[in-house]
Structure formats: C-alpha cells, structure tokens
C-alpha cells in the first residue's frame, strides 16, 4: 500500500512493524493465547491472602498508556472488562545479560493502541494499586493507527472524545476509548433478553418474517425499493412485520413475536433512523384494554432489569416505569393542550385549526394526517411520565377493529415517555370487508400524493377471508426504549452502527480493504 496519505505517525508505526518483522517477531501470530482470566475478575477477586491463587495469570488486551521509569515501566491494558495496571521490569523480561530485547521492542517499537498478551503474578503496589507484576509478554497485533488521545486523572475520563462525526463512523475506536459506550450496549442486550424472557415465559412463540416484501404493509411510511434480479420484479425493504404475523395468527397460533429489523425511507434526527427495531407480538382472543396491562407488567420488568428499578433517570428527569401509567384519550389530549374540541370535526375544519395553530400542511394530507399533526406538534412533548393515548379517529388507523362503544373511533392507544412514541397497539382488525374498504381509502390518500399511504395487500385479505380470531397487537420502539433506559440523548447513541453520510476518501487507494 502506498504511504502518500499516512500521517507521520501512521508511517512510523508502519516502520516499527518491518523492524518486528525483521527481528522474527511476529505481529500478527495465530489467535490461540491461554487468556485464564480478567482485568474485572483479578480487581474483584484479588487479597493478598489469596495470593497464591493468582501466581500466574494470563492476560491479554490493549495498551492503553505507558510510564517509563527507566529499567521498569508502568503500563495499562484494557481487556473486554475494563483496565488493569502492569509492572513491567526489564531483568525480569530479559533475565539475560542482552537487554537489548527490552530496550528496542518494549521501549521503541511497541505503541499505545497495540494488543499484547501477558503472564505474571497479581500483587498490590505501594499506592495500594491491583497491578500484574509482567513475567512473560507476547505480542499479538500491532496497531497502525494510533488512537485518539484521552486524557484521565485518578481514574476519571476528563477529556473524552466526544466528536459525533468520529463516534459513530468509527463505532470500533469509539469502544475502545470510551468505555462507557459499552455499558449502554450492554443493558441493550439485558433490555432486549428481559422482554423475551417475559414472552417465553407465558408461552409467545419467536418468529421470523420476510425482511423483503413484495408489498410493503403494515404501516404508514415510505418504503426502500429494491429489485430482485431472477424475478425481475421490484421489491420492498419491509417498514413493518405485522401482516404476517397476522397471518401466523390465522393460521392458528396463539401468541407470536418477532424482533424486526425494519426499513424506513424517512428523515434522521435524534428519534429517527432509516433502519431500526421494533418488537411486535400479537395475541389471540385479546383486546388494547389487556394489552394495556401487559405493557404496564412487560415495561416495569424491563426497567428493573436493566437498571436495578422502576425510576430511571432520563437527562435531568425521573421517568417511574412503575405501573399503572396514566391514560387519556386523543381528543381529550388535543382538546387539553390547544383549546380546541375536533372530535366532531371534517377535513375543512381541522385544516382551519391547523391554520390557528401555525401547523405546516399540505393538500396531500387528510383527516387521519391533520390530526396527527397536530398531537404530534401541540401535545406530544407534554407527555414525559408514560401515558397512554388511546381511541384514535378511525382515519388515523387503518388496520384496526373500530370501538365498541364510541362512533367513528378504533380501539388503539400509544404509548408515550419522554415525549415521544414508544409503542403502538391495537384490537386489531379482523374483518376482512371492512379491512378492504379501509386500503382502498389509502390508495385514494396514495392517488392525492401521500406517498405513506399503505398499499393494498391482497395475500392479506385472503388470509382474513379464512377468519382471524379476535385479537391484540403492538409495537415497541426497542431504540427508543433503549434511549431511555440508557439515558441517551440520540438514537444513534444506542446503535452500534447508525446510517451515517459515505465519507468522501481522499484518494482511492484508501477505499480499498
């Protein structure tokens, strides 16, 4: 490769490995390393009365920071634990009379940023410091590139990198200089394996469904479009799973759950990212009153798991995930935070109301859109303790059973923390002539330019013609829900590896692996 566009740095680091190489080091050897324990293990194990328990250790991780001190050397490495201190000396490296090993490769050609494994005995410096007294050290990869500086003090990161821009396109050296980007990682997975530990244990079934979809339902939202070469037939990234797990319904299981990476071709901000998770699980023989409860039990449970109980602290709020959690309906919603009363209102009225309220809309819009509006715009951030808003104008809703009691409204509620959406439900909707009628009504909205309108899926309403039993269904925002059982300010602090812009390389050779 050519070494026109190295850093200096990159290019001396670059010498130091033909050097290595040229001594018979190897920088890169097999991956085989006898690792028998950890950084976090030996700090929490480790007394000097059990000692003898910890006379050979073996460990391996990266170099973090060096002090020389001439014959001996200090030094940190962090394994995927945490940090732990080394003391390294040079006769008990080079027990010999040739020193020369320790002076060049230790002191000149091993850097910050390079994996080392090493074998040795634990003991407790003066300064009552948990440190490996280093017997044995073997190089495992030499880094190329050095790692953005931090600086700590006593332990403390003081000065972290911070930069977006880096942090999430290098996701890979943002782990390793911000430690505590792993933890929140890490309560994703305790979020995610507590909800299936809840679903597994009354008896929901995990399942997967098609990630390309010939129609693109179950939502409003604007799909990714793709093209399948052997068909020669477009197809859709889906935007939700929840016609075929329906149809799974249909087919006669009782209670069926997916995690499901979806696909939305939609705007990015804090909240939003084109690809994301969504939870959904459907039940047969139940209703949004019930699920309402489930929610209430499945949330409380979550938030115990991850972060020891039911009050969260979200940037300067306490979020209490301990049931019950408040209900209101939307009308009464909007009707409480704007003053106006729009449950008996058409699509002329709603758009003067829009108008009085200074909300942007357009003639693509109708009735179920203005609503949603205006919630979205006048009371949606009001709702920070979790609340459910419930029974939404038929119009907003086109996959859901109407209400039992009250005209021109279906039995859906959302759930709201922290201002925003974090699950949607339904009784859903089970007959298949009134579920026709509702998707022809969102191709008319398709026809006027609403390019979230839902297609017509007809595999679907043949699926219905064969009976589905009454039943519940929702959707959680796991991103979302991570967001706040971690704290997190953007969504895409709680993905690994967020959508980000391609960057522009300055030469081709630097795209190249």
């Known amino acids: ?53 910890f006379a050979d250790v073996c460990l391996a991780g990266r170099i973090m920071s060096v002090r020389d001190m001439g014959k001996a050397n200090f030094a940190v490495i962090q394994d995927a634990h945490g940090k732990i201190q080394l003391y390294i000396k040079r006769d008990d490296i080079c027990p010999g009379e040739d020193k020369s090993l320790y002076d060049i490769v230790w002191k000149k050609l091993l850097d910050i940023g390079d994996i080392i494994g090493i074998r040795g005995y634990v003991f407790i410096t003066k300064t009552g410091e948990t440190s490996v007294h280093v017997k044995e050290i073997t190089l495992l990869s030499k880094s190329l590139r050095p790692l953005p500086i931090v600086k700590e003090a006593e332990g403390q990161t003081f000065d972290a990198v911070t ?11 943002d782990l390793i200089i911000n430690p505590s980007v792993k933890d929140t990682f890490v309560k994703r997975t305790k979020l995610i394996n507590s909800i299936r ?94 699920m309402m409860e489930t929610t209430e039990q499945l949330l409380e449970k979550a938030a115990v798991d991850v972060t020891g109980g039911t009050d969260v602290q979200v940037g300067d709020k306490t979020i209490s995930f301990k049931a019950p959690f408040k209900r209101i309906t939307i009308f009464d919603a909007i009707k409480e935070h704007t003053g106006f009363d ?79 959406e974090i699950a949607n439900a339904y009784s859903e909707l089970n007959d298949p002539l009134d579920q026709r009628e509702r998707f022809e009504d969102q191709v008319k909205l398709m026809q006027r330019g609403d390019e979230e309108a839902m297609f017509i899926d007809y595999d ?54």
């Open 1 to 53: 490769m050519s070494t026109q566009y190295l850093s200096e740095q990159e290019k001396l680091r670059r010498e130091k490995l033909a050097e290595l190489i040229i001594m018979g080091i190897e920088p890169y050897p097999a991956p085989l390393y006898p690792v028998n324990s950890t950084s976090a293990y030996i700090k929490e194990k480790f007394t000097a009365e059990k000692k003898d328990e």
């Open 163 to 173: 930069d977006p821009e880096f942090r999430y396109r290098q996701r890979y050296a």
């Open 460 to 513: 679907f309403l043949r699926a219905l013609e064969y009976g589905m039993p009454p039943t519940s269904g929702i959707g959680f925002g796991i991103d979302r829900l991570c967001m706040l059982l971690t704290s997190q300010p953007s969504i895409q602090d709680v993905l690994l590896f967020p959508q980000m812009r391609p960057e522009k390389w300055e030469n081709e050779e630097e795209q190249k692996p």
């Open 197 to 290: 530990e809840f679903l597994n244990q009354r008896n929901a079934l995990e399942v997967d469904t098609p990630v390309l979809q010939s129609i693109p339902g179950g939502a409003a939202a604007r799909p990714f479009i793709t093209h399948h070469n052997a068909l020669d037939v477009p197809f859709y990234l889906r935007i939700a799973n929840e016609l075929y797990l329906k149809r799974l319904i249909v087919g006669g299981f009782d209670w069926v759950y997916e995690f499901s990476r979806n696909f939305r071709n939609e705007g990015m901000d804090r909240t939003h990212n084109p690809e994301f998770t969504i939870l959904e699980f459907y039940v047969a023989y139940k209703d949004y009153l019930w």
């Open 342 to 420: 729009i449950s008996r209102m058409n699509e002329g009225q709603l758009r003067s109301v829009c108008k009085q309220l200074h909300i942007a809309v357009d003639e693509k819009m109708g009735k179920g859109k203005l609503i949603d509006e205006i919630f979205g715009n006048k009371c949606e951030h009001h709702y920070v303790q979790p609340t459910f808003i419930t029974d939404y104008p038929v119009e907003m809703s086109p996959l859901t059973k109407k209400h039992r009691d009250k005209q021109g409204l279906v039995e859906r509620f959302e759930l709201m923390i922290n201002g925003k």
